[in-house]
């Protein structure tokens, strides 16, 4: 393999590595901030219990974030250098801008969150937890901007030529609220809440599965079930309204995410297929003109296909494009029948007493993590050839003087090194998880707490 191919493979794994704590993080602040907002509200012990318990699986999640990030700011200077130059101006106000307003407001608060307890006042407590919520919200945000920029660039003018080119910003705003970031960003959010969500209820299943820690896993369940409800379908929304997006700012990504090639022809929408892209067809089951009507309300109107760009233009990889695509569309689907269906086992008394739906949500972590990981590499290989969509090619993008085999040769040590965190996080994690919460006698010490204790309708133990 030569060293752009070699280069996309390290920086592929090395983020999505990376893009495993990240969403964790941001959905199990929610989590928190919700859970603690009951506790300050009702005074139950039982939502300082949990409270206390996923602080100390947000705080494993949020050190192996932080340290498998960090190497891909490297990777920028030593596999794409020329990368850099172009984009230096845009790419680092926006990386900049993550430290200042977003990682700042995140570590500033986190020592509260994690040491503060008994030394603090619950109130503080509990807006420390609001304020390292919003800052990985506020992360997120100048990595999707970052990013969106590179696919739907706006906001700069072009300083330079060949070589020396570059891309300077002229209007900041502009740049931040490109024509894609807003979209991107709320999907991006929605999945973040779905993955701390869907991390939630696994483990409490598997405590109601051994009958441990119920008075406890089971009102964490609720919450958890709640949130992901009400995303998964906010993720439907969300993901229609990206690819509208998408429709208008990059056509033959979307021709590639649905293998559609004939631009007089409507395009039809696949539940799933395979792309012969020697042949140019897509063969699968289908749906006649759905992706038309989707984007234009109409099954007859034609979509623009491959066909009307050059090869050189064109994804080089479509049937992976297309298959990760459609993961990511199936799983989300599933996730929304799942939560519906455990909602409704819920409203007639019988979501604990369904041990095999229970064995699903103890496996269906797993859910939004791959569904995550598929869209970002449906969106970064449904962009290829360009690094920065219809500016810069990928292959310009490298650093001259970086050889084949010393990327392969950095390659393997990541993955080495990656692989032994990976096994570390999950040893740790298995082992605050078979530790469990810290319970307490909740009754009496709601009583003498002096806060109302009020039933709540997620305390129940149907």
């Not at 390292?132 to 660039?153: D, E, K, R």
């Not at 569904?371 to 490298?398: I, K």
Request: aromatic share 14%; proline share 3%; charged share 15%.
């Amino acid at each position: 393999m030569d060293t752009e191919i070699l280069s996309r493979i390290q920086f592929a794994f090395t983020v999505s590595f990376h893009y495993i704590y990240p969403p964790l993080s941001i959905g199990l602040g929610l989590i928190l901030v919700i859970m603690e907002g009951l506790y300050l509200k009702t005074g139950n012990k039982v939502y300082e219990d949990m409270t206390r318990f996923w602080i100390k699986i947000f705080a494993l999640i949020f050190g192996l974030g932080v340290a498998t990030g960090i190497i891909m700011e490297f990777e920028f200077g030593t596999n794409w250098a020329a990368y850099s130059r172009y984009v230096g101006d845009i790419f680092g106000s926006a990386l900049a801008a993550e430290g200042i307003f977003a990682f700042a407001l995140e570590s500033g608060f986190l020592g509260i969150l994690l040491f503060g307890w008994n030394r603090v006042s619950s109130k503080v407590h509990f807006f420390s937890t609001l304020m390292v919520f919003l800052g990985s919200m506020f992360s997120a945000v100048w990595i999707v901007v970052a990013n969106s920029w590179q696919q739907t660039p706006s906001g700069y003018h072009i300083v330079g030529e060949g070589l020396n080119a570059r891309a300077e910003i002229t209007d900041f705003w502009t740049m931040v609220f490109n024509p894609s970031s807003m979209d991107r960003l709320i999907h991006v959010w929605i999945g973040a809440f779905l993955a701390g969500a869907f991390l939630v209820m696994s483990v409490n299943a598997y405590y109601i599965l051994r009958n441990r820690h119920l008075s406890i896993a089971k009102p964490s369940f609720r919450i958890a079930l709640v949130v992901a409800v009400i995303s998964s379908i906010l993720q439907l929304v969300a993901g229609h309204k990206s690819a509208d997006g998408v429709a208008r700012n990059q056509p033959a990504k979307l021709a590639a995410l649905e293998g559609h090639y004939d631009s007089s022809a409507a395009a039809d929408m696949y539940l799933f297929g395979w792309v012969d892209q020697q042949e140019q067809k897509t063969k699968g089951i289908k749906i006649p003109g759905g992706l038309s009507f989707l984007l234009h309300q109409d099954v007859t109107t034609p979509v623009t296909g491959l066909t009307a760009f050059k090869k050189e233009d064109r994804p080089s990889q479509v049937n992976a494009v297309f298959q990760f695509y459609h993961i990511m569309v199936a799983i989300g689907m599933f996730m929304i029948a799942l939560t519906l269906y455990a909602s409704w086992q819920w409203k007639k008394g019988r979501l604990f007493q369904q041990r095999w739906l229970l064995h699903v949500f103890a496996w269906s972590v797993l859910l939004p993590q791959i569904a995550n990981q598929a869209g970002w590499f449906a969106a970064e290989m449904g962009r290829q050839p360009w690094v920065v969509y219809g500016l810069l090619r990928t292959s310009d993008a490298l650093s001259a003087s970086v050889k084949a085999e010393q990327v392969l040769i950095s390659l393997i040590l990541f993955t080495l090194v990656y692989a032994t965190l990976f096994v570390l996080f999950l040893y740790l994690l298995n082992k605050k998880v078979k530790h469990g919460p810290e319970e307490h006698e909740h009754t009496s010490d709601a009583e003498n707490s002096g806060y109302s204790t009020r039933e709540n309708p997620l305390m129940k133990t149907k």
